[in-house]
């Protein structure tokens, strides 16, 4: 039996869809709170007249990350784990949160899977806890160190904590792989912390667009390379996931022409970047309320950052969608939501 974390997250809804549409082994998932089930259906509907049917062959099971009894109860008779799960946020004042729930929710998953025999482990982890260079023109692979000395964001470490974790997983016997997808672009999640939100955002109308450089994945990309990789005997490697290195200008214009709607004509500079987080924090300090805009997320909007997807295009001979059609895709999702929104 397959095992999910995070199902009711963006890449957890995608592959429970395309788990059960194969429909050759038995499929469990955890989720934490029962109102983010509608969600998953709602993806499902997308893809499938057959939808219902298709959620309800899954096994839910409501537990939480660090909550050892039910996720006991969770690894019972599986034999393979998908571990989506995560906490995503980039305000400093989170950082012990992340680690809970990101490195010591992940250490939980590794020792029940230790515990349980697990065949095979594979883990959503991110670009974002691979390493970097000086030089921005130079591509960044699965070999570019990791340095602890930079100044990485809260959310980064974790996620590089919870990799930790994992290659500990492979030396107490049970194989894994990981995967560091960049930006995952997919349909269903319009509100929160994922890409969903962008394409809202765009639509509603943004004023500024930003040059910074990042790379681009496609959610399904993501899905279909982690069922590949956990059915192959490829073990104990971890894979960039990107189709394309993209500025945020451009994605943000490709969204509003897909979308109909005007792009955002002035640019934002670094220095109102850099006057903006202080703005926020100060709000924030005042108000108590959530930061919104972080010293790390105004650096990443001016940086160019570029990955190199080789490795899994060589090692699966895996072809990416191209990003202009999963903006296309996705769009077209977003217009049909909008009459619900």
Known sequence: MILVTGGTGLVGSHLLYKLVSDGQQKVRAIYRREKTLKRVAHVFSYFSDDSERLFNTID???????????????FEGITHVYHCAAFVSFEPDKYHELRKINIEGTANIVNLSISHSVDKLCYVSSIAAIGHHEDSSKLITEETAWNPEDDNSVYAITKYGAELEVWRATQEGVDAVIVNPGIILGAGYW??????????????????????VVGYVDVFDVVDTMISLMKSSIKNENYILVSENISFKDF??????????????????????????????LRHKITGSRRNFSKHTAKSAVSTTKYDNSKIKNVLGFQFKPIDQSIKEICELYRKDLKNM
């Not at 509100?191 to 910074?212: A, E, P």
């Not at 943000?252 to 005007?262: C, I, P, R, S, W």
């Open 252 to 281: 943000q214009y490709k969204v509003a022409n897909a979308l109909k709607v005007a792009p955002p004509k002035k640019e934002a500079k670094p220095w109102l970047l850099n006057i903006a987080w202080r703005l926020d924090w």
């Open 60 to 74: 839910w099971i409501e537990a939480d990350l660090n909550d050892i009894p039910k996720l006991q109860m969770a």
């Open 191 to 212: 509100k929160g912390g994922s890409s969903g939100n962008l394409f809202r955002k765009i639509h509603d109308g943004m004023t500024y667009y930003v040059k910074g």
